[in-house]
Structure formats: structure tokens, C-alpha cells
């Protein structure tokens, strides 16, 4: 979150997570405060399982863009 707080209002941000993020419900309090800070979600990319070296999860790319 401290890089969506870094940006200037409606600039835009990609953003690597692991996919399953917006999916799991452990992570509600963090998604709602992830969510208060982004005007929309511009774009999102779903990379292939292990693109990264010595991982073993599915990563998104989201491209967002910071509230006004």
C-alpha cells in the first residue's frame, strides 16, 4: 500500500501480486484498504504459474489508477 500513498492522484501503477490476492478471504481488511486507495483497475494480466524463478504461484500484473 505505501506505493499507492507514494503516488500523485491518478497516476498509474502495475502492480505484481500473487493471484490469488483478490480471491482469498483471509485478506479482506487489507483488500478493503488496497481498494479505498484506487480510482479502478485499468487493466490485469495473469502470468503463468513458476514465470518467476524458484516460484511455485500464479502472479496477476494489475495496472491501477490512484483516486483523485
Do not use: W
Not at 11 to 37: C, D, H, I, W
Not at 56 to 68: F, S, W
Amino acid at each position: 500500500l505505501r506505493r499507492l500513498d507514494l503516488l500523485r492522484p491518478g497516476v498509474l501503477l502495475a502492480y505484481v501480486m500473487p493471484a490469488g490476492f483478490m480471491q482469498r478471504k483471509y485478506s479482506t481488511a487489507l483488500k478493503e484498504k488496497f481498494n479505498s486507495r484506487i480510482e479502478r483497475i485499468c487493466d490485469s494480466y495473469a502470468l503463468p504459474q513458476g514465470i518467476f524463478k524458484d516460484t511455485h504461484t500464479e502472479t496477476n500484473i494489475l495496472i491501477l489508477q490512484k483516486k483523485h
